[in-house]
């Protein structure tokens, strides 16, 4: 009897340590399927966001303002997601700020399609960004090629041994204004993929994550190869912050924030059209 070969699935997302954690029981095949195979592809997820406008993946990690862009050929992935419950992207200067001294400001962004973005027009409508790589954005803030930097990714948690201020922690706003999580990346799937693959896809996803979360140390030391130079606690800090049961599944919670987020994102002018999240699990 001849076997049927299994169907690729190319698997992109960022080359970050706590996507790395996430992606550790697919990318090294502790979970495994008879019916699909995945390809990773590694990027930054501005690019990422890019490439989820032409379609280009099968599975692709985005950001969740980037949903409203790509919501006709996606759909989200109940696990997967990265969310700041309380905490988040971070507004940083060199110099002590007031949140309403952003009014106006040139401020170093890491792409106009992330979900930090989003956040920080929902903060402060008023100011002039500048894109800039995300890794480059606390060098172009010291320096004082910008007002201020919109920091994701590590420097959340490395901006002020460098002498940074924080002006406003986002995730924080969020959470204090609308009592809920600020859901920042997501995994999204092809609409066109068929439904079983759609849900195979989804049941090793979610393993695969729930894999790294019961065997931690295995997990940390793969992901540690990503986690750009940064030493071991402070990269199981930065994981613990946005791979947790949020990310093994998004329950009813998740939804909702990502609902609410786009909204307000449509309510202001920020995204062109209404979207209706739709996730599979």
Request: proline share 5%; charged share 20%.
């Given at each position: 009897?001849?076997?049927?070969?299994?169907?690729?699935?190319?698997?992109?997302?960022?080359?970050?340590?706590?996507?790395?954690?996430?992606?550790?029981?697919?990318?090294?095949?502790?979970?495994?399927?008879?019916?699909?195979?995945?390809?990773?592809?590694?990027?930054?997820?501005?690019?990422?966001?890019?490439?989820?406008?032409?379609?280009?993946?099968?599975?692709?990690?985005?950001?969740?303002?980037?949903?409203?862009?790509?919501?006709?050929?996606?759909?989200?992935?109940?696990?997967?997601?990265?969310?700041?419950d309380g905490y988040g992207p971070m507004i940083i200067a060199t110099r002590p700020m007031e949140p309403g001294d952003l009014k106006g400001k040139r401020l170093a962004?890491?792409?106009?399609?992330?979900?930090?973005?989003?956040?920080?027009?929902?903060?402060?409508?008023?100011?002039?960004?500048?894109?800039?790589?995300?890794?480059?954005?606390?060098?172009?803030?010291?320096?004082?090629?910008?007002?201020?930097?919109?920091?994701?990714?590590?420097?959340?948690?490395?901006?002020?041994?460098?002498?940074?201020?924080?002006?406003?922690?986002?995730?924080?706003?969020?959470?204090?204004?609308y009592n809920l999580p600020l859901p920042l990346g997501a995994n999204v799937l092809l609409r066109s993929l068929d439904p079983e693959v759609q849900n195979e896809c989804?049941?090793?996803?979610?393993?695969?994550?729930?894999?790294?979360?019961?065997?931690?140390?295995?997990?940390?030391?793969?992901?540690?190869?990503?986690?750009?130079?940064?030493?071991?606690?402070?990269?199981?800090q930065f994981i613990g912050m946005y791979v947790n049961h949020f990310t093994v599944d998004g329950g009813d919670i998740v939804p909702k924030a990502a609902q609410k987020?786009?909204?307000?994102?449509?309510?202001?002018?920020?995204?062109?059209?209404?979207?209706?999240?739709?996730?599979?699990?």
């Amino acid at each position: 009897m001849t076997s049927v070969a299994p169907q690729e699935i190319v698997a992109a997302h960022s080359p970050d340590s706590d996507d790395a954690f996430m992606f550790y029981g697919l990318a090294t095949k502790r979970i495994r399927s008879s019916k699909l195979s995945f390809r990773h592809v590694l990027d930054d997820i501005e690019t990422l966001n890019r490439k989820a406008m032409e379609g280009c993946y099968g599975l692709s990690a985005i950001s969740y303002h980037a949903y409203a862009y790509v919501a006709d050929k996606y759909v989200l992935m109940a696990s997967g997601s990265s969310i700041g419950d309380g905490y988040g992207p971070m507004i940083i200067a060199t110099r002590p700020m007031e949140p309403g001294d952003l009014k106006g400001k040139r401020l170093a962004v890491p792409g106009t399609m992330t979900t930090a973005y989003l956040a920080s027009k929902l903060f402060e409508p008023d100011f002039e960004p500048v894109v800039t790589r995300f890794d480059q954005i606390p060098a172009a803030v010291k320096d004082h090629a910008v007002d201020a930097g919109l920091i994701i990714h590590e420097s959340q948690l490395t901006f002020d041994r460098e002498g940074f201020h924080r002006v406003v922690d986002l995730g924080r706003w969020f959470k204090t204004s609308y009592n809920l999580p600020l859901p920042l990346g997501a995994n999204v799937l092809l609409r066109s993929l068929d439904p079983e693959v759609q849900n195979e896809c989804c049941r090793m996803m979610r393993e695969s994550i729930q894999y790294a979360l019961d065997n931690r140390e295995e997990a940390l030391q793969y992901a540690m190869q990503f986690a750009r130079n940064m030493e071991a606690p402070l990269a199981e800090q930065f994981i613990g912050m946005y791979v947790n049961h949020f990310t093994v599944d998004g329950g009813d919670i998740v939804p909702k924030a990502a609902q609410k987020l786009l909204d307000l994102g449509f309510a202001a002018g920020l995204i062109p059209t209404h979207v209706q999240v739709q996730f599979v699990r």
